[in-house]
């Protein structure tokens, strides 16, 4: 047999052996990711979550996507009275990694209940709410990262300030940690970075309260939005399904109508002196074109005993739109990190 042949059959030999051995894990050592945990009827993953609060239970909605018993990501949509759909990226993203997680509509959102009690709309209310829903979904300190964008990057502190017992990892996305900050940042910052005459008659309406006057819309959205929102022209469709669901009483009582600061039930809210108290690895993820301070919400990874900062450059408010290519990236990797073991995690 001619030495050329022997050497070829050894090297196809050791090809397929290592294409054998990069094949992913079968039987019980393979991530069954697209295998649902369902019984009976299936839901493609949708459950409705009854919530006792001192007004009655009511119903939120939760959706899970995928099927892995180490990671799971419970995602706490903004506002407040926002919804789930601005994760829809997420989709595009966690699958791939393996990366279990849950869209949740809070009370008072889009498919969840809407009760009418205004009682019902206070951060320790919401934070109960939270709780309930993490029992039902069954997560736990051993697999459970809470993920809290824009105001629910205010929840997702307040549940771990209360429970990060029950956490293996916190992610805070485009939130600082002081709203009378984030009311300096608006005035000025921001402010100052808008044409004066814009900003004036902006300021004019929002004087005379007149929040639904057209012109008002008509001046914020090219000058504030398309700034510091979202940078996308134009806006993905999902913008347009998630802003008119949104429910604008929640919205008003808690935010309050201004887009520059917050006037509403949060306006004091101020957690800077409690971060160095949780203890969990944090992830803080923030926008230079954001409507928070990149600034802020940098320096806030420090007062984590565990804390990991992120800032996007290309992001404003909603990063996991306008700068996918660094929010996703260093979002997994703090996850996967996590899950490994590591405790402060270099990104």
């Known amino acids: 047999?001619?030495?050329s042949f022997l050497r070829s059959t050894l090297f196809t030999a050791l090809v397929v052996t290592a294409v054998a051995c990069n094949k992913a894990p079968s039987g019980n050592e393979a991530l069954t990711y697209n295998q649902s945990p369902e019984t009976g009827v299936r839901?493609?993953?949708?459950?409705?979550?009854?919530?006792?609060?001192?007004?009655?239970?009511?119903?939120v909605w939760t959706k899970r996507v995928g099927n892995n018993p180490r990671i799971k990501v419970l995602l706490l949509h903004g506002g407040p009275g926002g919804n789930h759909v601005l994760f829809e990226p997420f989709e595009s993203y966690f699958p791939a990694e393996d990366i279990e997680f849950y869209y949740y509509d809070q009370l008072g959102s889009l498919n969840s209940d809407h009760p009418s009690d205004s009682t019902l709309w206070t951060t320790p209310r919401f934070v109960e709410e939270v709780e309930q829903v993490r029992r039902a979904l069954g997560l736990n300190k051993d697999n459970f990262y809470l993920l809290g964008h824009s105001w629910g990057g205010?929840?997702?502190?307040?549940y771990a300030l209360k429970y990060q017992q029950n956490l293996k990892g916190l992610i805070i996305s485009n939130m600082m940690s002081s709203c009378p900050e984030y009311g300096k940042?608006?005035?000025?910052?921001?402010?100052?970075?808008?044409?004066?005459?814009?900003?004036?008659?902006?300021?004019?309406i929002e004087a005379r309260k007149d929040f639904q006057n057209p012109r008002y819309m008509e001046l914020l959205t090219p000058n504030f939005y398309e700034q510091h929102v979202c940078?996308?022209?134009?806006?993905?469709?999902?913008?347009?399904?998630?802003?008119?669901?949104?429910?604008?009483?929640?919205?008003?009582?808690?935010?309050?109508?201004?887009?520059?600061?917050?006037?509403?039930?949060?306006?004091?809210?101020?957690?800077?002196?409690?971060l160095k108290n949780i203890n969990v690895p944090t992830l803080t993820i923030g926008g230079m074109h954001d409507t928070m301070d990149p600034k802020h919400m940098a320096w806030m990874a420090t007062q984590f005993p565990h804390g990991t900062s992120l800032i996007c450059p290309d992001g404003s408010h909603c990063s996991m739109w306008d700068d996918q290519p660094h929010y996703f990236p260093g979002l997994v990797k703090f996850i996967k990190a996590v899950d490994a073991g590591e405790e402060k995690v270099a990104l």
């Open 154 to 158: 205010i929840l997702a502190t307040e």
């Open 43 to 59: 839901t493609g993953g949708v459950r409705m979550i009854p919530v006792k609060t001192p007004s009655g239970t009511f119903n």
């Open 231 to 274: 940078r996308l022209k134009p806006w993905p469709n999902a913008f347009d399904r998630a802003f008119p669901a949104m429910n604008s009483t929640v919205y008003t009582l808690m935010q309050g109508p201004s887009e520059f600061g917050i006037s509403g039930r949060l306006a004091n809210w101020d957690r800077r002196a409690d």
């Open 185 to 204: 940042y608006a005035e000025e910052v921001l402010g100052k970075q808008m044409n004066p005459k814009v900003l004036a008659e902006i300021k004019a």
């Open 1 to 3: 047999m001619p030495l």
